[in-house]
């Protein structure tokens, strides 16, 4: 292989952030290990490889579809011995490309994930973010509407009514994991029949991102396709409460629980309950189905994805002010990176090191609310450090509305004894099957690894499909059991 | 040999004779030597201009003997690399040839310009004229001095009972002189005990360490003193005054090591030994083969001292040994020269959150699979998993665990974690051959003498090693087997394995308390945290400060032989000093004229060696030759000019200052330099090839507490368009404080320079280590934006205001003033 650099790669490569850094990588391999694409698309999209042909300034990069696969979940950066910041870097190089009207490389980005990712259309505009490095937004959705929409329109085809298999697998859940591992079964030739609790489909897709950044009406016609594969969407069923589980036991072959991590963290502070008080997943909701009014100042208590969502959410309902008070500083902030400087962008402020006290009421609404001053402590065991209050610190913030955004975790009530759950209240599974503590029942997406991307939701769903076929393939088609403490593969102190 | 008498002074034929180096391309691949070296016939004072290829050489040397002797030389100037390397070299040349050694100056046209100043040859030029004319400008003015000579007590202190310290301890005692050996913890030993089997022998680690161990403690030269640390260190070359607290161990001499108190002792701790894996007693012996074999009392968790609760211990004490009443001891002594031997401490990971270390408990670092596979270890030599004692199926070690990354831990190789790593596999495979092994590595670095052969036979053994760190590990919560993730970089494909125990190959780092050591010494840090060497392939084991040497890990990450090694090089080094038993002191010390001096007793009060004494009855000072570093700070605090620093006076100072002006000064910056650091930072700039604009003309102090506000001025009054004044970082001062004396004279004078409506960012103050060439060269960047932007009415104003500001070479002899001086300081 010759490395021939026709075009000013070096030029570029100056102007990145971490230029210099680049140079140093050692590939450890960590960043593909921890890549959700990688996951998805091991032939296709390796980050590690991707990054040392640029370095060596290979030219021929530009024009790769590879270069355009990236999902921006920036797991590779915060696990890269040496930070290099893989999606700014990739970032950096689709804009040259773009600039020098390189546009192949996006288009056959397209193509692969159209073949090989669950909800491809929805994936462009929630990760993949082609609009980031072309600024002509329309020929983006063009491409995209053209492209994947289109496309998945006249091809999808229900799958023969003779099922391959006669198993059956039940998914609790309708979001993105549960949605991919039924596609996944259903191409297999299972027959799959997803339970979801709400009246709505889609999980998160619709309930959780906003309509700016992924408009409903794609999500509905992914979802639509699914059906047209085969797969049954039952909504308004509650496990545990309108369907017993025992009942599910009986009549199904295999479990996936993919119920995400909806339940919302409350504060617990004086003054939670007064009106103009919202909690994050919920506003997000009612801002999608268009049921909810802010007024002119809204803050927002939180630093992930969630409270960004929020703020930016807020500022598009109308209020003129949205501001974001998180209780550690920046560096600390979970919310992913690119997205804060999109917020700040538009107007949304962040403000650190505070800590909510209480919430100040006039006449049962909100008025104020009341905060302390933090310090970081030093790192404690775990190397994250601590918020600290500062005592007599005490100031107030006017504002209109409050916006609880502080963290979610999955709700796990429902589910039997025989599922071990983890201190944190997720799932416990085999990392690499997915299979619980009970034979039988797999579970993946945020409800075991708590609030997550969608790239990584659509990988779990994936790799349920593949642990389940295996499944059934080797047992025989015995209705589960629910096994009592002692019996079965595993079980150990369920907690709850 | 004798040295011929030296010239005597003033009133002389002052005949310079100037040598330009080519040093091979090093200096002519970017500067015209000939060209500078004609320029430097038409300088005043210069009957002989030469350019030769390697001056240093034997021919080059021999060149400048026959000319001095020939025409008459009575001054010498070099232009070539940093005075740093080699002015000691010319030095002893002038001196064979008769000539006092400091009617010698160099000109650093090397590291400073031709190595900075690659891609501009004109420019490079120009400013090595400018160089050799500050050189010669100083050399005429040079005078011949006498050097004093300083005893060096035949005693040697070495810090730290580790290998390496034992080792020197050791050679010195050998040779003959006397040996302090101090060491924090109860024994000696350090790491080296701890370890099981040592690399590429296989030897077993405390059965090669316990006969030195042993030497040491019987040996009649050295004096062991364990549960103690230095406190205090005063004193300079051949006479430093050591203090050393001896914590007490409320156990006597008596002590027969019978451990009979260990039985009825009621309180149980951890056992640092033993890394918390197994318990101690409140009374214990660090481990076996503790050297003194004696047993000690931890004075943090016995509850019987002091409050008459518990006795147990004294109570069966056969030989009576036990003494609540030790309170230790402080003693003193001197010594001629120290070795530090501090060794290192081990990266912690349980801030690698992915790893899971201590949340998973079959999750350990490699120092605590030392003492599992140990067979005095808490386990008996049995590699058990922690979470069900089962000798684990499959093991998995992960390299480069806190090394080679900014992220997550320090950007340093630590050197042994890949040959500890081959060894350990080795080990599992003698006693479990069955076991299966993983070995997940990004580079593996068998350099070494027998090395690779350990290699090779790990692979023999079905080691297997796969090339791909694991991204993340999670555990089965009912066996805590662990499962890693990672990519196997090499096949390109995500591996996921299981594995019974995760050996994380954690990395060497400098030790938590080196401050402490460091500010006790006065020692330099490089950027990876270890202490400073002098040069780091030349001078590999002395450091900055003469007298004081480096052994083992204290210096970096190494491993046993090398640190051995080093040891015998500084055990040698000092011996050098204290065979010959005697230093010269450089004559660089101040000389205080008694006519001029009004004893003020400013001078005293800046000197960070309490080296002056004032006699304000007598109205005199007086400079205590020996304990005088030569930093010169008291020369630019006397406010009469009575104190002429020898080698670097005033009159020096403002020639070289003039010679840097004479053209162009507009488009200058004037550094002043200190030879320990920020001169030494410039050189590192230049060793490194990090170019800056040619604008810098550098005059060298040997501290920045050199520098008086009247030179600032001058350069200013000069036209000069910009000043740099450089100095150590503070804390750091090679000189221990001097250089809170320069800060407080550049801050006097911005304040001025406000007044007086001047622009204030032309005076530059920065702290540069001898480590930071590329802020060195950053700063000149800098300032090369502050001079662009400079105006001619900006200059114009400047020399009017300062102009009118005079040398003052004269001391204030009004009455008047004498009088409200001694009354402002209390007569």
Redesign the interface.
Known sequence: MVYQTSLNLEKILGQILDFE?LK?C?????????CPV??LL?EHY?P??LLHSLSLGDAETLKSAELWLCAWCYRCYN?????LCLPEIFQALRKFAVENDYLEGFYKALKIIRENIPFPASSCYVCFHPERAIDNKQLVTEAIQKDIIDYEAENTKEVTSVKVNPAKVAIIGSGPAGLSAAQDLAKKGYSVTVFEASSSSGGMLKKGIPEYRLPKKIVDFEIKCLNDLGVKIKTNVVIGKSLKVEKLFQDYNALFVATGASKERILGIKGEELTGVFHALDFLEKANMKEIEVSDKVTIIGGGDVAVDCARTALRLGAKEATIIYRRSKEEMPANPWEIKEAEDEGVKIDFLITPKRIIGENGKVAAIECLKNELSE?D???RRRPVPIQDTEFEIKTDNIIIAIGQFPNTAFLPETV?I?EERTV?V???TLET?SLGIFAGGDVVVGPGSLMEALAAGKQAGISIDAYLRGASLKPLKIYEKGQGR?N?NAKK | METPKSESKSNEDIRVGVYVCHCGKNIAGSVNCEEVAKYASTLPHVVVSKHNLYTCSDPGQETIKKDIIKNGLTRVVVASCTPRLHEPTFRRTCEEAGLNKYLFEMANIREHCSWVHLYEPEKATEKAKDLVRIAVSKAILLEPQEEAVVAVARKALVIGGGVAGIQAALDLADTGYKVYLVEKSPSIGGRMAQLDKTFPTMDCSICILAPKMSDVGKHPNIELLTNSEVTEVSGYIGNFIVKVKKRPRYVTKDCTACADCVDVCPVEVPNEFELGLASRKAIYIPFAQSVPARYLIDEKSCIGLGENTCARCKEVCGPNAINFNDRGEEISFEVGTIIVATGLDVYDP?????YGY?RFPNTITSLEFERLINAGGPTGGQLVRPSDMSIPKTVAFIQ?IGS?????GNPYCSNVCCMNTIKDALLIKEHWPDVKIYVFY??IRSFGKGFEDLFRRAKKEGVIFI??????I?E???SHNL?L?????LE???F?V?VGMVVLSIGLKPRDDSGAVQRLLRLSKTSDGFFMEAHPKLRPVDTPTGGVFLAGCAEAPKDIKDSVTQASAAAARASILMAEGSVTVEAITPFIDSEKCIACGLCASVCPYNAIIVDKKKREAEVVEAACAGCGTCGAECPSGAIEMRHFTDEQLYAQIDAATQENADKKIIAFCCNWCSYAGADFAGVSRIQYPPSVRIIRTMCSGRVATKFVEHAFARGAAAVLVAGCHLNDCHYINANYQTKRRVEKLWKKMERLGLDKSRLQLAWISAAEGQKFASKIKQMQEIIDGVTDEEIKKTVECLSSTKRKTAPITLNDNQKSLEKAIGG
């Open positions: 850094k140093y050692f590939e450890c391999g960590i960043c593909t290990a921890s990688a996951d091991p390796n590690r490889t696990r890269c011995p040496q930070s790192a065991e775990t190397g071990e983890t416990a085999d990392p690499f503590t595993e150990g | 349980i801030v690698l959150k992915e201590l480069c080679r990354s900014e992220q997550k990004v580079d090339r791909g760190l694991p991204a993340e999670s089965d919560r009912k499962y993730i990672g990519e196997n970089t390109k494909k995500k996921k299981n």
